[in-house]
């Protein structure tokens, strides 16, 4: 009889820990989606992933120690946060992983990351209003600093608009269909010319990328994965993250989000699958 009951609790235990692997899938997809989105770029720049890694890694410094400068004149500046909203960051930290993490206040948004900081804005009228919510974002910005995210999207962007292609300019030369090969060729919505002089007195024609869709996609796969880590990581959290991006959803979205964020009904209709799938497990 305890042997039945054995294999009963065994069964029971595996049917469960199958129930709950779409979560580690829907991780492992998105993150997926963020790797194939950021080849696509790579490929685009026409940089070798060898090449990238090499970059990146160099680059490195300065961006720390711009970013060091601009924590110690927040840190001069006399600046400060409640001691309750330190510690509820540093508790969430903990809890995603993040054991580094510095906490400072924001000079313009109500929150964001760069590297391994988080600053926050408590008295900026976006702030959170809703404890769970305002948690949900925390612990999104805090996802982003444990995939280095903020680093990537600095250096990236970078790279992007210091990535011209030079053609050599001759009288009567089609300047819209250059432009228009160098668009598909890159795939880009938009890029700049110039006419410049190179060192030997050449002219040339400069192009430049304009908003890139490439670089636009891997922001948003990366924009999704922290929606979707931010939900996965609360049920009370995300409830509070849908019942705010439900009431923006009509408002006008014109001018009020860059290219790579997904609208409030984007963010909103892909959340509500993941929130109820886990509310329908804690039933």
């Known amino acids: 009889m305890k042997r039945i009951v054995l294999i009963i609790l065994t069964l029971a235990v595996g049917l469960q820990a199958k129930e709950l692997d779409w979560q580690e899938q829907l991780r492992e997809e998105l993150q997926s989606n963020v ?5 696509e770029f790579i490929k685009a720049v026409n940089i070798t992933p060898e090449g990238w890694d090499r970059a990146e890694k160099e680059a490195k410094p300065a961006y ?11 840190c001069d500046s006399g600046q400060s946060l409640s001691p309750e909203l330190v510690e509820r960051a540093k508790d969430l930290a903990q809890r995603v992983g993040v054991d580094a993490v ?21 008295d900026d009228f976006r702030f959170p209003k809703n404890p769970d919510y305002l948690n949900w974002v925390l612990v999104r910005n805090l996802m982003a600093i444990k995939f280095g995210y903020p680093y990537q999207q600095s250096f990236a962007s970078h790279i992007w608009s210091q990535y011209p292609q030079y053609i050599p300019f001759v009288p009567d030369m089609d300047e819209k269909a250059a432009a228009e090969k160098y668009m ?19 002219p040339y024609l400069r192009l430049r990328p304009g908003p890139p869709d490439v670089l636009n996609t891997w922001m ?11 939900t996965l990581f609360n049920l009370c959290f995300a409830r509070a993250a849908l019942n705010v991006l439900e009431k923006h959803c009509d408002e006008p979205c014109e001018g009020k989000r ?8 984007e963010r909103y209709a892909y959340l509500r699958q993941v929130y109820d799938r886990m509310a329908a497990e804690q039933a």
């Open 220 to 230: 948003k796969q990366q924009q999704k994965q922290l929606d979707t880590e931010a």
């Open 102 to 122: 510095e906490i400072l206040p924001s000079p313009d948004l109500p929150v964001k990351s760069a590297g391994e900081t988080l600053y926050v804005k408590e």
């Open 184 to 202: 598909e060729d890159n795939n880009l919505s938009r890029c700049d010319i110039h006419k410049v002089t190179g060192p030997d007195g050449t």
């Open 35 to 39: 790797g194939n989105a950021k080849k």
């Open 258 to 265: 860059s290219p790579i964020q997904p609208s409030p009904c």
């Open 64 to 74: 720390d120690a711009k970013l060091k400068g601009y924590n110690q004149a927040i």
